[in-house]
C-alpha cells in the first residue's frame, strides 16, 4: 500500500499553482477533511424537514465566510439553498447544482456507531481497519477513505468546491467565470418542487451552462464528462383474488390466484433475452456511427460487469452495456403476493403487486411509455383501474388491476460537440494528464431536466467520487484520493478561461 506523504503532497499540489510549503499544503487537507466531518455530522435525511433546515443554517455560514451572496429559496416544499459569487457582466456565468440531503440510515447495517460520524479506515487484508484522525498528521494515505453518510452523495464534493474556492483565493486569482450554485434538499425524494422553482427563479438562475457535481467518475477511475443522465417515472400494479386470504386446500384450484395473473402479465411485457415487447416503447431512437464511436471509446468490460454482478448472459436490449442506456428501461424494482419465508402460508391471497420503474431517455416521453404500458395491460384483458376496486367492479370484470402512476422526472442529453463541453473535457484533460472518459447518458437520473428545459442551457456532470462509494447503502464512504480529485477539478474548471 503506497503512503503519500509530505513530499508527494508538495508534488500533487504544485500542480495547483499554490503550494508554497508542506506545512500549508497539510493545514489545506487537514481543513478539507475536517469540514467534512463537521458537515456529515448533521445528519441530512430527505424525510426530516428539520434536518434540512440545519444543513441549510450550516451552508449559509460556510459559503458567507467565503464571500457568497447566499439566499433561502422557498418552494411547495422545502427550501432550496442559492449562493452566487459577486457578477461581472462581461463575464460568462457557471451554475453549479449539488445537493445536500441524504437517504435515510438504518445503524444497524454500519460498521460503525453513528453513521453521521465520520471514520477514518483504511483497507486491509481481512477488511477495513479503524484508525484515529490523528494517524494522518504525519502522512496521509490516498487510499483510506471517510466512512458516513453523505460523504459521497453528495457533501462531499461540496466541500471540493468550497476548498477549491479557499486555493484559488490564497493563489489571488480572479475567476474568468461568474459562479452561482444551487443547492437542493430534496433530490433523494425526486426533488418534485424543482420544475416549479426553476420556473419562478429563473431570473436568478440564469447561466450559460450547468455543471452538475453528483455520481462516481467512471470504473476506470480516468477523468469523467457525462453529458446527459435519464429519467424516471413508476408504475405500481396490482392484481386480486379473493376478498381476503383463503384456505389453499379448499379453494385452491378454484379462486383465482392473483400473483399467477401478476406473473403472467408481467411475463408477457418482455421476451426472454430482456427486450420491451410493448409496440412503441423504443421509438424515435437511432444510434448512428459518431454516436456507436462515442459509446465504444468509454472503456467498459461487459465481462467484468457480468463477472461483478454475477450473471452468466446480459440482457439483449443493446450489443454492450453503454449501448443499453440508450434505451428506456422497463424494470420490475418490487414484487409481492401473500407472505414468504418462514412466515409463508398455505393460501390463495388476495392481491399480488409489482413496483415498475421506467427509466427513461430524451426520445422517450414518461407520459407516453406510461400510457403504452396501460394500453398493453388493457390488451391483455385487464380492467385498468386507479383504485381498489369495489365489489361491483370485482363481480363484473374477470381480471381488474390498479395501476397507481407516479410522477415523471424527464431525462436530458447535451450535444456531443458542444462548446462547453468540449472546454471540460480540455481542462480535465491538461489537470490530469490522460484521456477523459465521455459518456453520453449515464443510467442513473439526476431531477436536472428543469434547469435545461426551462433556462434552455447546456448541462454536464462532472462526477467526483470513487465507483466502490456504496452511495445510498450502508458503509457510505468518500476515498480521500477522490477528495483531493475534486478539489483539484473545480480548481483547474474555474481556473480556466473558456475560448468562445
Not at 444497524?108 to 483504511?122: A, C, G, I, T
Not at 464534493?157 to 477549491?164: G, Q, V, W, Y
Not at 454475477?310 to 403476493?337: C, D, H, M, W
Request: aromatic content about 10%.
Amino acid at each position: 500500500m503506497r503512503k503519500v506523504g509530505v513530499l508527494a503532497f508538495i508534488y500533487l499540489l504544485f500542480q495547483f499553482g499554490y503550494a508554497q510549503d508542506s506545512t500549508a499544503i497539510k493545514s489545506q487537507v487537514a481543513m478539507a477533511i475536517n469540514e467534512l466531518r463537521d458537515f456529515v455530522s448533521i445528519p441530512n435525511d430527505a424525510l426530516n424537514e428539520d434536518d434540512i433546515d440545519d444543513n441549510i443554517f450550516w451552508l449559509k455560514k460556510k459559503f458567507s465566510e467565503r464571500g457568497f451572496n447566499t439566499s433561502v429559496l422557498p418552494t411547495d416544499n422545502l427550501p432550496l439553498f442559492f449562493a452566487a459569487l459577486p457578477m461581472e457582466d462581461d463575464k460568462p456565468t457557471l451554475l453549479i447544482y449539488m445537493h445536500f440531503d441524504g437517504q435515510s440510515v438504518d445503524a444497524n447495517k454500519w460498521n460503525q456507531p453513528n453513521p453521521y460520524e465520520v471514520v477514518l479506515k483504511e483497507p486491509g487484508e481481512e477488511g477495513w481497519v479503524t484508525h484515529p484522525f490523528d494517524d494522518m498528521l504525519e502522512d496521509i494515505d490516498y487510499n483510506w477513505r471517510l466512512f458516513g453518510r453523505s460523504t459521497s452523495d453528495d457533501k462531499g464534493p461540496i466541500i471540493m468546491f468550497l476548498n477549491a474556492i479557499d486555493l484559488l483565493k490564497k493563489k489571488g486569482k480572479e475567476l474568468p467565470f461568474n459562479i452561482k450554485l444551487i443547492l437542493d434538499g430534496e433530490e433523494e425524494k425526486s426533488s418534485a418542487p424543482l420544475p416549479k422553482a426553476v420556473k419562478e427563479y429563473r431570473e436568478l438562475l440564469m447561466a450559460d451552462f450547468l455543471v452538475i457535481a453528483d455520481g462516481p467518475v467512471h470504473v476506470s477511475e480516468r477523468p469523467t464528462v457525462v453529458y446527459g443522465c435519464r429519467g424516471i417515472t413508476t408504475l405500481s400494479l396490482t392484481t386480486y383474488g379473493p376478498i381476503k386470504p383463503q384456505h389453499s386446500g379448499h379453494y385452491g384450484n378454484y379462486a383465482p390466484n392473483p400473483g399467477f395473473q401478476l406473473a403472467q402479465l408481467l411475463a408477457a411485457m418482455k421476451d426472454g433475452e430482456g427486450r420491451v415487447l410493448i409496440p412503441g416503447y423504443y421509438d424515435g431512437i437511432k444510434l448512428d456511427e459518431t454516436t456507436q464511436n462515442i459509446l465504444k471509446s468509454v472503456p467498459d468490460d461487459d465481462n467484468a460487469i457480468a463477472e461483478k454482478l454475477q450473471f452468466k448472459t446480459a440482457e439483449k436490449v443493446g450489443t454492450f452495456y453503454q449501448e443499453a442506456l440508450q434505451y428506456p428501461s422497463l424494470n420490475i424494482r418490487g414484487l409481492g403476493s401473500g407472505w414468504i419465508g418462514p412466515k409463508a402460508r398455505t393460501i390463495v391471497p388476495e392481491s399480488a403487486t409489482a413496483e415498475l420503474d421506467l427509466r427513461l431517455v430524451p426520445e422517450s416521453d414518461g407520459q407516453r411509455l406510461k400510457n403504452l404500458v396501460k394500453a398493453f395491460i388493457t390488451k391483455q384483458g385487464y380492467h385498468v383501474i386507479d383504485h381498489v376496486p369495489s365489489k361491483e367492479e370485482r363481480m363484473a370484470h374477470d381480471k381488474i388491476v390498479t395501476v397507481l402512476e407516479g410522477p415523471v422526472s424527464d431525462a436530458f442529453r447535451t450535444d456531443l460537440d458542444n462548446n462547453y463541453g468540449q472546454f471540460l473535457v480540455q481542462t480535465l484533460n491538461q489537470a490530469f494528464g490522460e484521456p477523459v472518459v465521455q459518456i453520453r447518458i449515464m443510467g442513473g437520473t439526476v431531477p436536472i431536466a428543469p434547469f435545461i428545459n426551462e433556462l434552455k442551457i447546456p448541462a454536464f456532470i462532472i462526477p467526483m467520487v470513487n465507483p466502490d462509494n456504496n452511495q445510498h447503502s450502508p458503509n457510505e464512504n468518500l476515498k480521500i484520493g477522490q477528495l483531493a480529485y475534486g478539489i483539484k477539478t473545480f480548481y483547474n474548471i474555474m481556473n480556466s478561461p473558456i475560448k468562445q
